[in-house]
């Protein structure tokens, strides 16, 4: 089987650059008057779907060789420099991976002075590779396999340093990006109606929407539900106001997801909880941070306000052979996070399963289920359900939860 070389093809930087080219492309080539009647939410979800990149994974554990090994003849030196042919066997080994496959064939800022032979089978979503020799010895031809495999593994990984570094970028710079193309746009309408000549208007023309605002956290003082022989000390709490607007931006950002499916199809986990992030800074003035160290472990979402906790999100995708103990456990990892004096949280489900409507009710019997449960919230429908549980070990002391559906991309 001929191979070709892995990780030696044309720059991976070379690509980056292009799909940082098409999101300012995009941006900048978005009708004035649609991008002005979007929310900031609907055009950094769509504009870092153009530019995003995520880095195939392999899955060596699900290796396989061929059915039976092929004898084939090649061309040797031997001792005296004569040209021969030689009788050999080749055995093929197949490593699945997931992704797209362009990366293995790319060359990453950091990469092998020697190339890897192997071959994608971009059809079957595979990774071929072959050793070929005159005297296998069992155990040294699976070594060979998986020394191969390592160095894979490696160039992988260089190449997906790059890819974080890009959507890292990306992700920081689109809402700076998208600011001040509206800041242009509204500046020369203003100069425009500011000219004094009548301005013919179109019978067609839509009154476009003004940019939402930046919003400053605010947060007032509650006395806890557990009495207290020290005295007392007034704790931050989260304005229930602001708590709402946290979750609206939350809301505005799943309904970007579900009306453009495709944006998400690509987008893992962490992706999708860092956009979500970047969104929250919009309207929070970076108050939102993601995978930080709270009490039993790191959270996907939190917002911060000084010293104390009060926001805080846990992400988790759902599939379709996903069952409700994979909700409890993320109830259970969600509560896990909060601390005695964290009042307010909410669970994101990421959906990749077309019967939405079985999914959450499976996740509300977990709520409802779980041992911590006290009672429902005032909201209950198909975009978000409310919960009131008590903190681990203190019965009295009250947890409110809302529950986030998203249906993302890559449903089935």
């Given amino acids: 089987m ?44 769509e504009l870092v779907a153009v530019g995003a990149v995520e880095c195939p994974e392999l899955h060596p554990d699900e290796w396989c060789m061929d059915e039976r090994p ?46 890897i032979e192997g071959k994608v089978d971009e059809k079957a979503s595979e990774l071929v590779i072959v050793w070929e020799g005159s005297r296998p010895e069992p155990e040294a031809v699976r070594q060979w396999f998986q020394t191969r495999i390592d160095h894979i593994e490696k160039g992988l990984g260089f190449a997906r340093a790059d890819i974080n570094a890009h959507n890292g970028n990306l992700l920081n710079q ?96 962490e992706l999708i909880r860092d956009l979500l992030l970047i969104l929250l800074n919009a309207q929070f003035e970076g108050k939102a941070g993601g995978e930080l160290f709270n009490c039993g472990g790191k959270t996907d979402i939190l917002i911060r306000e000084k010293d104390a906790n009060v926001f805080i999100g846990e992400c988790k995708i759902f599939g379709p052979k996903d069952g409700s103990s994979k909700i409890t456990d993320t109830i259970d990892q969600l509560l896990g996070y909060l601390t005695w004096r964290d009042t307010k949280a909410a ?24 041992p911590n449960f006290k009672r429902r919230g005032s909201t209950a429908s198909d975009e978000r359900y409310d919960f009131v549980v008590h903190a681990n070990g203190d019965p009295a002391r009250e947890m409110h939860i809302a529950f986030l559906p998203f249906l993302v991309g890559g449903a089935r």
């Fill in 347 to 370: 669970l994101l489900l990421f959906i990749r399963d077309r019967d939405v409507t079985s999914v959450i009710g499976k996740a509300v019997a977990a709520f409802e289920a779980h």
């Fill in 2 to 45: 001929a191979s070709n070389h892995l990780f030696n093809g044309r720059e991976l930087a070379a690509d980056l650059g292009t799909n940082r080219k098409q999101v300012m492309d995009a941006l900048n080539a978005w009708d004035d008057d649609d991008f002005l009647a979007r929310t900031d939410a609907d055009l950094i979800a």
């Fill in 70 to 115: 092929i004898e084939a003849e090649r061309t040797v030196v031997n001792m005296f420099g004569e040209r021969v042919r030689e009788r050999v066997v080749q055995y093929t080994v197949r490593i699945p991976f997931s992704g797209h496959p362009a990366p293995f064939t790319m060359k990453a800022s950091q990469y092998f002075m020697s190339p």
């Fill in 174 to 269: 689109m809402p700076q990006w998208v600011a001040q193309r509206r800041a242009r746009l509204l500046a020369a309408r203003q100069v425009h109606a500011s000219i004094g000549i009548p301005i013919r208007r179109r019978a067609d023309a839509n009154v476009h929407a003004l940019p939402v605002q930046r919003r400053r956290l605010v947060t007032h003082t509650t006395p806890s539900s557990r009495a207290q022989a020290k005295p007392f000390e007034p704790e931050p709490a989260l304005e229930e106001a602001s708590y709402e607007d946290a979750l609206a931006v939350l809301r505005n950002a799943r309904n970007a997801f579900e009306r453009s499916p495709s944006l998400t199809e690509k987008l893992g986990e």
